[in-house]
């Protein structure tokens, strides 16, 4: 690739990094609701008296039974009723970073007013809120990204839509229009003036942060849990254990409701997290430089990114595990390995932790979080020893792009009727 060419995809990279490694305080699914409901209740100018939200189902998989940050509470009533009382319509996924106790009081005296239900809609993030009082209504819809608004409407008029799908200005390599492959990220991560990839140090500050405070014990405390093992000596000090409880303790701070923001990757804290924690784990213990830090995070979360473009924004596949991929192939870096030994981390990883479901947000996220966390040690560990699923075996290729495609394939096409039944079985226990 030229010279002028490769800086200009260095400056799409670098576009494509800030737009999908963003803050996000409280899971994200939940406050795409609380985002509709906080423009709803500008829309409308007074408190309502009546106040519907439809979701899709893996919108409403994710915010089931998740903690909403300020409120020690759970689920998608909540979540709206608290971006009514005390949401800015403008802060998107950090729309409860300024809640307040009265706020949160006020949010419970409107719960019994709130009703939440499952709309049949062909978009799997998806969310829909409509806030009415004395005769006036505001409808706000929320579609494709958590905070990508596409209809506004007061009193029945239209105010603002667009359509649901944004452009996408890099697509994978499999796609009709390839323009990224693992390679070129490796060589960006490897090769962009550190001043120009800076900002990703926010990633390991913030999603640290959540880790210090997850491990005073939030959720199924098993950061902290894991942490108390290491002091017991049933577990060792190792890589693998400090990857997982670091990683696992950010997990359990967010999923549990604590009003810290994650750096988000790809619309997900979870997978934020995924994508930084473990490599912030191992520059730790590897006593790496700051720039061999960025440049590990900047590749982790590219490659979080790109696995992430093959698939729905939500799906019957866990990301965190896709996420930590992102992670692995850091790590291997970070251990010596070069782009071979890369692309064998990753295609040992969807060798093994391609099969885990995501069965909505909650707090067994951090166990999944910490096992992915765990593949990715292990499969950085093998690669650097030239180890690796072969392509004979399930949907590996020699050719690791290949893999994530198929990977990618797999989620969007093979688990759909996964996705259903998991969902179908969540409404059924709530009815029960």
Not at 102 to 110: G, H, W
Not at 160 to 168: H, N, R, Y
Not at 174 to 194: C, Q, Y
Request: proline residues 4%; hydrophobic residues 45%; contains cysteine.
């Amino acid at each position: 690739m030229e010279h002028t060419q490769m800086k200009s995809q260095w400056i799409e990279f670098i576009a494509l990094l800030k737009r999908e490694v963003v803050p996000a305080l409280g899971c994200t699914e939940p406050m795409s609701v609380a985002l509709a409901a906080a423009n709803c209740r500008k829309l409308l100018g007074q408190d309502p008296t009546r106040v519907s939200v439809w979701v899709s189902g893996n919108l409403f998989k994710n915010g089931m039974g998740v903690g909403v940050p300020g409120t020690g509470m759970i689920g998608l009533p909540v979540a709206a009723a608290v971006g009514i009382t005390g949401g800015n319509p403008d802060a998107g996924l950090e729309v409860l970073k300024g809640l307040t106790p009265a706020q949160v009081d006020a949010a419970k005296a409107l719960l019994p007013l709130i009703k939440v239900d499952v709309k049949d809609v062909p978009d799997v993030l998806y969310a829909e809120v409509l806030a009415e009082a004395d005769g006036h209504s505001a409808r706000v819809v929320i579609c494709t990204d958590h905070t990508r608004i596409v209809l506004m409407e007061q009193d029945g008029e239209v105010l603002m839509t667009q359509a649901s799908a944004p452009g996408v200005q890099i697509q994978p390599a499999r796609s009709a229009s390839p323009a990224l492959t693992l390679k070129e990220i490796v060589e960006f991560a490897l090769e962009v003036p550190p001043a120009e990839i800076a900002f990703i140090g926010e990633a390991a500050t913030m999603n640290q942060a959540l880790a210090d405070e997850g491990l005073q014990g939030y959720g199924l405390s098993i950061g902290k849990m894991l942490t108390d093992q290491v002091e017991r000596k049933l577990l060792s000090d190792d890589l693998m254990t400090l990857a997982m409880r670091l990683s696992s303790a950010a997990s359990d701070a967010r999923m549990d409701g604590a009003m810290l923001p994650a750096m988000s990757n790809s619309g997900s804290g979870n997978q934020g997290i995924a994508a930084t924690m473990p490599v912030v784990a191992a520059a730790r213990f590897l006593g790496s430089s700051e720039e061999q830090l960025t440049r590990a995070l900047v590749m982790s979360h590219l490659v979080a990114i790109y696995i992430k473009m093959y698939q729905n924004k939500l799906s019957a596949l866990c990301a965190a595990s896709t996420a930590a991929m992102g992670a692995g192939a850091a790590i291997t870096w970070l251990l010596g390995g070069r782009f071979e030994q890369i692309s064998h981390c990753i295609n040992n990883m969807i060798g093994d932790v391609s099969g885990i479901i995501c069965d909505g947000a909650g707090s067994a996220c951090s166990m999944k979080v910490s096992t992915s966390t765990s593949a990715a040690v292990k499969s950085s560990l093998m690669a650097v020893n030239n180890l690796r699923v072969p392509q004979s075996e399930g949907i590996v290729s020699d050719d690791v792009d290949q893999t994530i495609a198929n990977l990618g394939q797999l989620s969007r096409q093979g688990m759909l009727d996964t996705d259903i039944e998991i969902i179908n079985i969540m409404r059924a226990k709530q009815r029960n």
